[in-house]
Every structure is written in C-alpha cells, then in structure tokens.
C-alpha cells in the first residue's frame, strides 16, 4: 500500500510539473491582445520566480526534497521558454523583418534599449535561480551546468534566422551537452534530467526554424553529424559499447543529408555515382569510430565494409559503372583474405564472389570501350595488387625474424632482474 502510495505521490508531482510547463510554454505561441508584450513576459518572469521559493516550502518547511527536487526541474524546463522570447525581442530590434510570421509568433520591444534592457534584467533575475536549480539537482557540477546552459541559452538570442545561423548554434549546444555528460556521468535521474536540459535550447532552435523559417538538409545534417559524435562520446566515456554502436544510425542520415545539400553541385552527375560516393563518404567517419574504439572496432570495421560491398553491388546489378566493379573487386579480395587468415568459410567464399564478378563485369567493359576506366584501370589495380602484396610479405618477414629475438632477451632481463 505504502509503494503504491509513493507511485502515486510521483505521479501527482510531475503532472503538476507538466502543467506548469504548459502554462509557460502558452507565451510561445500565445494570441492573447489585452496587454504589450513586456508585460506578459514581465508576468512569465515573475511566475517562474514562484518557483524556487515553492520548492523552499516544500524542501525545508514540509520535509519533502522529491517536490523542491520536482519543481526545480520545471523551473530547467521554463528557461528555454524565456530564451525564446527574449530571442524574438532582440529580433524585432536588431534582426531583419518578421512580416512573414504570424503574430502569434512574434514577441516586439518598444526600443532597442527596452530590449537590451529586458535581456539583462532577466538574466541577472534567472542566472541565479540555474545555479540553484543545479546545486539541488547535482551539486558537485553546479558551476560547469550552470555556465554551460547559460551559454547555451545565449545562442537563443542570436538575432539571425537563417538556415546557416541555425545549424551553427546547435552544433554547439550538442556539444556542450556531450561534453557535460562524458564529463559528469550522471547516475541519478535527477543529474540526468539535468544533463537532458541542456538540449533544450537546440530544440527550441530546430522547432523554431522547423515552423517559422527555411530549413536545409545541411541544418540536419550537421544536428545528426553531432549527435552521433555525442552518442559515441558518450558510449565511449561510458563503456556502454550500445550506446556507442548506436551512433552509426545519425552517422549515415548525416552523410545522406549532406550528400543530398551538395547535389546542386553536380547537376550531371548520375545517380548510381551518388550512391557509390555516399557509400566511400559514409565509411570516413565509420573507420574514424572504429579507430578510436576498442569495444566496437569490429563492428564499425564490419559496417563499412558491408555498406560499401552493398553499394557497389547494387550499382553493378542496375547500373553497372567501372568504378564500382573495381570497388567490388578490392572489397571481395580484402573479404576473402579474412575469410581465408581466419578460416572463415563464409567470408572467403562471398568475398570471392564479390571480387569475381566486379572483375568479370571490368573485363566487359574493357573489351567494349576503349577508355583509362577500363584497361588502364584493370592493369593499374593489379600492379598496386602485385606492389601491396609484396609489402605485406615484407612486413610479415620482419615481424617473424623480430619474434626470436624478443624471446631470446626475455630470460636474459629474467636473470638481470634476480
């Protein structure tokens, strides 16, 4: 009974806290005439105020730290509301025109001076209630949360809504809040959810642009690219190998974004060409991943490969192209090696298949055209095939001559060291 009415006690807290928040979140898209905007905004400021002196009654008079903890998050969960209204009062002054927005999206100053003012008064009035917040929610990072939300915060006030605008100030908000959290490694839900309201300001950004302005496919590009550094960082500094492995997902919708915003860059380029450079592109930062991880190096190893084998497959089955049959021919050999040094039979027998028939399909198409992507191409890969073999072999030499050695010397320091 007891548990239950504990469940209950929490579920009562943040349905309270969700109702604030949608009160708050009302000034955002409000459509209200009686007042001036000032004064609805000064009645935004003075409600969030309540807050922390209601968490106060709760923590010390009551004896209930779960409320004052509860309440404290909503008072994190207001300030991304004050950052965008006080964003579209540094606009209507210092940004370019607002006609093509509704009304109900526009927050208007009486003076550059009124909306300079606005921002320092409730900057000196919420800066202090942040670093309250954060020394209930996670004490020990109080200062680093603090100055990285009121940072993050700022870029809400950049009086520029553009596309590029956009994309270069919630890059940096990703990366403050994957920073903060491979730095603190939070364990409690509270210090979590205080982590998670750094994002915040990015997504009042990406809403913002996403309702109101243009939006770009390098806008998103550059929010998943970022993302998936985090998400890697994060697993990494976690030792959560799937949190790691997790990033491959916006990995390869950023590449795609960004393969799909340059397209304008080359009109006459074919579509089996894009796919084969999406394939290559996409593998730069898998490998990257894959270098930097000792978890998952296999598995981001594994998956640019497989990506790469798949595109170049699938353009010699509908479009066959030169460059992708001698991408297949690397790719299969590169596969069958390791299938034939590990005694892996499947991997040797597909990687054959792969390199025989990009091979078979490069022969055609030198017997039919008489072009450098043919024959040329043909005998140049075989002697850099001839050429790399002939390293390996020697480094292989080296490695086995240097191996006796090594076990000569150990028992000789096993007596020095007696």
């Not at 903890?69 to 210092?94: D, E, K, N, Y």
């Not at 994002?199 to 913002?208: D, G, K, M, Y």
């Not at 028939?357 to 490069?362: A, H, K, P, T, V």
Request: charged content about 10%; some cysteine; overall charge positive.
């Amino acid at each position: 009974m007891e548990t239950r009415l504990q469940q209950l006690f929490q579920m009562l807290r943040w349905c309270g806290a969700a109702m604030i928040v949608a009160a708050a979140g009302t000034f955002l898209v409000q459509g209200w005439d009686q007042d001036g905007d000032v004064s609805r905004y000064l009645t935004l400021l003075g409600m969030t105020a309540l807050l922390p002196a209601l968490a106060y009654a709760c923590g010390i008079r009551m004896q209930e730290g779960r409320s004052a903890r509860v309440l404290m998050l909503t008072l994190l969960a207001l300030i991304p509301i004050h950052g965008g209204v006080l964003g579209g009062f540094v606009l209507s002054q210092f940004g370019t025109g607002t006609s093509s927005l509704g009304p109900v999206a526009q927050w208007v100053a009486p003076s550059r001076l009124a909306a300079v003012l606005l921002v320092a008064g409730a900057g000196l009035a919420l800066i202090p209630l942040i670093w309250a917040a954060f020394r209930v929610l996670a004490r020990p990072h109080a200062r680093l949360l603090t100055a990285t939300s009121v940072a993050s915060h700022a870029l809400l006030l950049v009086p520029d809504r553009s596309s590029l605008a956009a994309t270069l100030t919630v890059a940096p908000i990703l990366g403050f809040t994957a920073y903060c959290a491979a730095r603190i490694k939070p364990q409690t839900l509270e210090s979590r959810l205080a982590v998670a309201s750094l994002l915040a300001p990015a997504t009042v950004i990406a809403a913002r642009q996403l309702l109101f302005y243009d939006v770009s496919t390098a806008f998103w590009g550059t929010i998943l690219g970022t993302g998936a550094l985090a998400l890697f960082t994060l697993g990494k500094k976690s030792g959560d190998a799937t949190i790691e492995r997790f990033a491959i997902v916006p990995t390869l919708l950023s590449v795609a974004a960004f393969v799909l915003a340059t397209e304008l860059w080359w009109p006459d380029v074919s579509a089996s060409s894009v796919w084969l450079a999406y394939g290559l592109l996409s593998s730069i930062p898998l490998l990257a991943f894959a270098w930097s991880s000792s978890r998952s190096k296999g598995f981001f190893l594994q998956a640019a490969v497989a990506l790469n084998a798949t595109t170049a497959l699938t353009v010699l089955l509908i479009d066959p192209r030169p460059w992708a049959a001698l991408q297949a021919i690397a790719l299969g050999l590169g596969i069958s090696s390791y299938g034939f040094v590990k005694g892996r039979r499947p991997s040797l027998y597909s990687g054959i298949g792969l390199a025989g028939f990009g091979f078979i399909l490069e022969v055609v198409h030198a017997i039919e055209v008489f072009q450098p992507s043919g024959w040329l191409a043909l005998a140049g890969f075989g002697s850099a095939l001839v050429g790399l073999t002939a390293w390996l072999e020697r480094r292989a030499r080296s490695v086995r001559q240097a191996a006796p050695a090594a076990n000569v010397s150990q028992p000789a320091a096993a007596s020095l060291s007696q």
